[in-house]
C-alpha cells in the first residue's frame, strides 16, 4: 500500500495497554501515511493499567512503526498526557527525531499552532484526581465489557457498538464537560495570538471556529483510538479529520528498518518499558 504524503499527522488518546486500543487499526493507519511531522498528543501509553500487564504484541508493534517513520525522516514530538504523564520527567530528551515536550507551537504556511495534551484544563484532573482515577476504572471496564461484546457482534456479523461513545452524547452533563473544555482552550489560545489551538483528552474529535469577544481561533481535538478511530491531519494549507474505514487498507507486510529496531530498544531501556514491553 502506498503511503499517503502529510505534512501533518496528529494522534492522541490512543491508550496502549488497555483492552480498549485499537491497536491493529492504529497500525494499519500509521503504515499508510508518510507525514513531515508526526504529533502523539497524550495518553499514547496508558500508565494507569500497566500494572495489569496487558500488552499484545500489536500494541509493541505501534510503538515499533512510529520509530520506523522516525528513522525515514519524520519528526516526531511526543507530548505527554495525563495517562502517561511519567514521560513528563523526560520533556526535552531528543532520541533521533523524537522530541518529548510538553506543548509545542508550529508554523503552519503563515499561521500558529498550539499543541498541547488537554489535562491542565481539566479541573477535574486539578483538584480531584481519585475522583478522576475511579471515573477512569469505571470507563475502562465499559470498555472491556463493549470489548467482548464486540467480539461477539464480529462472529454474528453485526456492526460495532461504542457504549462509552452513546453514554458521553446523551448526557447532558459529559456535552457541558466538553462545550467548557472547548471554551477555556479557546479562550487562552486566542489570548495568546494563536490561530490555531490542538488538543486531545477528552476523546471527541473536532474542527471549528470559536468566536469570542477578543478575538477567534480555530479549535481542533484528533479525538481518540479507542471510541471514535480518529487523526487530524495537515495538509496543502488545509485541516481534516481522518476517521479510520478498515475497506481502505490491504495486509500487506512492511519491513521494519534495522536503525528503527535499534532506536526502539534505546528507548525501552531508557524509559524503563523494557521489563513491561516484551
Request: proline share 2%; aromatic share 12%.
Amino acid at each position: 500500500m502506498k503511503r499517503r504524503s502529510l505534512e501533518l499527522a496528529v494522534l492522541s488518546d490512543i491508550h496502549l495497554g488497555t483492552y480498549g486500543c485499537r491497536a491493529d487499526e492504529v497500525l494499519q493507519y500509521l503504515r499508510s501515511i508518510k507525514p513531515k511531522k508526526l504529533i502523539l498528543n497524550g495518553d499514547i501509553v496508558d500508565g494507569w493499567q500497566f500494572k495489569k500487564k496487558y500488552w499484545p504484541v500489536s500494541h509493541t508493534k505501534v510503538l515499533k512503526e512510529v520509530f520506523n517513520l522516525a528513522s525515514k525522516g519524520t519528526k516526531v514530538y511526543y507530548l505527554p498526557g495525563n495517562h502517561d504523564e511519567v514521560f513528563r520527567r523526560f520533556v526535552g530528551y531528543k532520541l533521533g527525531n523524537i522530541k518529548v515536550e510538553n506543548k509545542v507551537v508550529l508554523d503552519l504556511d503563515g499561521k500558529l499552532a498550539w499543541f498541547f495534551h488537554g489535562d491542565v484544563f481539566d479541573v477535574t484532573m486539578q483538584h480531584s484526581r481519585w475522583l478522576t482515577r475511579l471515573g477512569s476504572e469505571s470507563y475502562d471496564f465499559l470498555i472491556w465489557l463493549n470489548h467482548g461484546v464486540n467480539k461477539l457482534m464480529d462472529v454474528l456479523g453485526k456492526e460495532k457498538k461504542s457504549f462509552s461513545k452513546q453514554i458521553k452524547n446523551g448526557v447532558k452533563s459529559a456535552v457541558k464537560y466538553i462545550n467548557q473544555f472547548e471554551d477555556m482552550c479557546a479562550d487562552i489560545a486566542i489570548e495568546k495570538k494563536y490561530d490555531y489551538v490542538v488538543c486531545g483528552h477528552i476523546h471527541q474529535p473536532e474542527i471549528r471556529e470559536i468566536v469570542k469577544l477578543k478575538g477567534s481561533v480555530v479549535y481542533l481535538n484528533s479525538g481518540d483510538w479507542i471510541e471514535n478511530l480518529t487523526a487530524l491531519e495537515y495538509n496543502k494549507e488545509k485541516w481534516s479529520i481522518y476517521t479510520y474505514d478498515s475497506s481502505d487498507y490491504t495486509s500487506d507486510p512492511i519491513e521494519e528498518p534495522k536503525d528503527a529496531k535499534a532506536m526502539f530498544e534505546e528507548m525501552l531501556l531508557e524509559f524503563k518499558l523494557d521489563t513491561i514491553i516484551s
